[in-house]
Nanobody, 116 residues
Framework: VRLVESGGGLVQAGKSQRLACTASGAITSVFNPSNMAWYRQAPGKQRELVAVISSDRSTEYADDVKGRFTISRDNARKTVYLQMNNLRPEDTAVYYC????????WGQGTQVTVSS
């Protein structure tokens, strides 16, 4: 499986951005029942969990993104999305998606840079 993240870029604080992650090569019987998650890694920091969506579309969020970020999934497209609203400079990071709890190989990620 190859994870391809997209949608990042430079954005001003307070604005919105939508990320997408496609699990290319994943088979339906594996993708659909899997929990999928978005992570991020800021410069000099460890990769951290941002949001999780389960197979029944229940969601969980890190405290600092609750109310601002929304994770969703499209099983037909084997794609997971992260809608990010009211972005802050501290959201600047490389964003990755992956399966949980046993991840596939990590993708390249997509850089999100929020200017103040």
């Amino acid at each position: 499986v190859r994870l391809v993240e997209s949608g990042g870029g430079l954005v001003q604080a307070g604005k919105s951005q939508r990320l997408a992650c496609t699990a290319s090569g994943a088979i339906t019987s594996v993708f659909n029942p899997s929990n999928m998650a978005w992570y991020r890694q800021a410069p000099g920091k460890q990769r951290e969990l941002v949001a999780v969506i389960s197979s029944d579309r229940s969601t969980e969020y890190a405290d600092d993104v609750k109310g601002r970020f929304t994770i969703s999934r499209d099983n037909a497209r084997k794609t997971v999305y992260l809608q990010m609203n009211n972005l802050r400079p501290e959201d600047t990071a490389v964003y990755y998606c992956n399966k949980r709890p046993i991840p596939w190989s990590w993708g390249q990620g997509t850089q999100v840079t929020v200017s103040s």
